[in-house]
């Protein structure tokens, strides 16, 4: 059951204590998963957790391309491996082997990659993942998630751990607003409508949502529908839901907290251009680096909030 | 090294550390524990053995720092500051939006930082390379790379050494940060290292070992250096992971921390107080 309760308010829970309570709990029902982090437990909450778990939650040091093989040998031995570091590193520093080692070789490994794009706040550019989405969209098979909030990320690492092939998570450490209640199910692959409307269509995802929401309800002011799409899995694409909302609504916005390059918006684009081309327009960071700052500076830097969807969502209705 | 001189790098050891207190409390938090254990061979390396223009920060035949701990940034940023690189307000402009001194190193934004670190291993491979270039330039520098010892965990730094011995890069010189400590926790912990000397010298390094808190012992092992030779250098640096302020090194989990009103007066007061003692 998925159940939204969006208002606008931040859900209490942190998610590195979602993924540390989440790991936890698939290990005690689950006598082959296996937790794997690059020194940093701190980070992703299992810290704790792993000093009494010590054959269930391997350290590897800051050695995450050798933490990406090892997992790959683990899952030969039939264990099924969860692996975390920042996503900079879960995804550029360790992407041949876990395309060769995991995906190709058919050893199946889920990764979690944490503070993807701007959420990397101040550790600045050097650990801010624009790109980790197209990486993974690239790899073949992959499963990309990029979590809405702490119910639909504990619910999607629930799925990964049972479903083949490489599966990344993306997700901030820190607090999201919420959208689903507690204990929701978000099953991958599925879209889900977070808002009802019919003149333009938003597909969001991660922290975009929030802003999508906002930008949605300043837009109903001002006499514009605009439905708001979640569309947590980015690989698969829930297509049937993006043709139905593209053709219902004639004009289609995605935003994203990634490079505008090989993620959400490409993704999207591919099934508007092969079922229903209408206008799109994209809010995401214009092909940049990522630098330092607070999250509210970086969001303004890149163009990521509320007033810019709104801004977007204005220039493509004009394009219909 | 005579009196007067130990006194001054000492001096400068604790105004680099008091300079990045300063920074990361004007953003609230920050890398505290790496920052303060290298502050002492920064202090050497700037303040006597390396050949730099403060005015003229890309002059090319000057010795290079590569500090792929990027995260002690901070200390860099102080030191740079103190040698008159920038002015030292510009400190407090530490990880702001806009900023030209970012958590970690960063050569395009900041004057003086010669390399752009913080995916840890990525300095090594960088160093390795600015000797190479250095060598086949003729230019007569050494080029000063600082690595931490729980950074030593990535694949990288061991390829870019077997990289540098076998290229025969006497040039360049790597300063390992020894305190033992990596953010999970102790490096005892999360994945033990062993001997670093014997690691080192096993890659065809020429390694001593010396106490990282003691400028004297420091500048004694980079004099050595200066004679170039067929072989690079290592100097392993035993350091105190928060070395020079007693709360610091006392806790466990000192990685990274909030630095409150509070703790920065009480901590900057203890250095102060070093530095006085020593200045009379
Ligand atoms: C490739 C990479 N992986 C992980 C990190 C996150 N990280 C930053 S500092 C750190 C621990 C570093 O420990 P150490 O090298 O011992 O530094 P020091 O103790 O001197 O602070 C980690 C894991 C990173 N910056 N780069
Ligand atoms: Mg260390």
Redesign the pocket.
């Known amino acids: 059951m998925t159940k939204i309760v969006y208002n606008g308010e931040t859900d209490p829970r942190l998610c590195k204590d979602v993924i540390g309570a989440t790991v936890a709990s698939l290990a005690d029902g689950d006598p082959d998963v296996i937790f794997l982090d690059?020194?940093?437990m701190s980070c992703s909450g299992t810290l704790k957790w792993s000093k009494t778990h010590a054959d269930r939650a391997i350290d590897c040091g800051?050695a995450?391309a050798n933490m990406a093989g090892v997992a790959a040998g683990l899952a030969a031995a039939g264990f099924k491996p969860i692996i975390h570091?920042?996503g900079t590193?879960a995804s550029r520093?360790i992407y041949d082997q876990i395309f060769l080692s995991g995906g190709y070789a058919k050893n199946d490994i889920t990764v979690i990659g944490t503070d993807p794009g701007v959420t990397a706040t101040m550790n600045g550019g050097?650990?801010m993942p624009f790109e980790d989405v197209a990486l993974y969209n690239a790899l073949p098979h992959a499963t990309v998630i990029d979590a809405s909030d702490p119910t639909c990320l504990e619910s999607v690492l629930r799925q990964c751990v049972n479903r083949p092939g490489i599966k990344y998570i993306r997700v901030g450490r820190k607090q999201y607003a919420k959208i689903y209640e507690d204990g929701s199910e978000l099953p991958i692959g599925k879209a889900v409508t977070l808002r009802e409307g019919k003149d333009v269509v938003i597909f969001a995802a991660g922290i975009m949502l929030h802003e999508a929401m906002k930008a949605a309800a300043s837009l109903e002011a001002q006499g514009v529908s605009a439905a708001v799409v979640d569309c947590f899995t980015i690989k698969p694409i829930d297509a049937d839901a993006v043709e139905a909302w593209a053709k219902k609504c004639g004009a289609v916005v995605v935003a994203e907290n990634a490079n505008r390059h090989g993620g959400l918006y490409d993704t999207i684009l591919e099934v508007l251009a092969e079922r229903c081309p209408v206008p799109a327009a994209v809010v995401a960071v214009e092909d940049e680096f990522g630098e330092v700052g607070t999250q509210g500076y970086l969001q303004e830097r890149f163009g990521l909030t509320a007033a810019h969807i709104e801004e977007q969502v204005k220039s493509v209705l004009a394009r219909k | 090294m005579e009196f007067k001189e130990k006194q001054a790098i000492e001096a400068f050891a604790l105004r680099i550390r008091m300079a990045a207190l300063e920074a990361i409390h004007s953003i609230g938090s920050g890398?505290v524990?790496?920052v303060m254990?290298?502050s002492d061979a920064l202090a050497v390396l700037y303040g006597r053995e390396m050949k730099v223009r403060p005015e003229d920060p890309k002059w090319p035949d000057r010795d290079y720092l590569v500090m792929s701990?990027?995260?002690?940034g901070p200390a860099v940023y102080a030191t740079l500051a103190l040698k008159g690189f920038f002015p030292y307000e510009e400190l407090k402009t530490l990880n702001r939006g806009g900023t030209r001194l970012p958590s970690h190193c960063d050569r395009n934004k900041t004057p003086g930082v010669d390399m752009t670190t913080?995916?840890?291993?990525q300095g090594t491979s960088q160093a390795a390379g600015l000797a190479l270039g250095n060598k086949l330039r003729g230019r007569n520098n050494r080029v000063f790379l600082i690595?931490?010892?729980?950074?030593?965990d990535?694949g990288q730094c061991w390829e870019s050494f077997l990289f540098a011995s076998a290229k025969k890069l006497g040039n360049l010189v790597v300063l390992i940060?020894w305190?033992k400590?990596?953010?999970d926790g102790y490096?005892d912990e999360v994945l033990p290292m062993g001997d670093f000397v014997a690691k080192m010298e096993a890659f065809g390094f020429d390694t001593v070992k010396v106490d990282g808190g003691d400028v004297e012992a420091i500048a004694a092992a980079l004099e050595r250096t200066r004679n170039g030779g067929d072989k690079p250098y290592a100097i392993v640096l035993d350091t105190i992971?928060g070395h020079g302020i007693d709360e610091v090194e006392a806790i466990a989990m000192n990685?990274s921390l909030p630095v409150t009103d509070e703790r920065f007066a009480n901590w900057t007061a203890e250095l102060k107080a070093k530095l006085d003692a020593l200045e009379g």
């Open positions: 690059a020194d940093l800051i995450e570091s920042f590193f520093r050097t650990h | 890398h524990g790496g254990s290298i701990k990027g995260h002690a913080g995916s840890l291993g690595v931490g010892d729980g950074e030593m990535e940060d305190n400590r990596q953010l490096l992971k990685h």
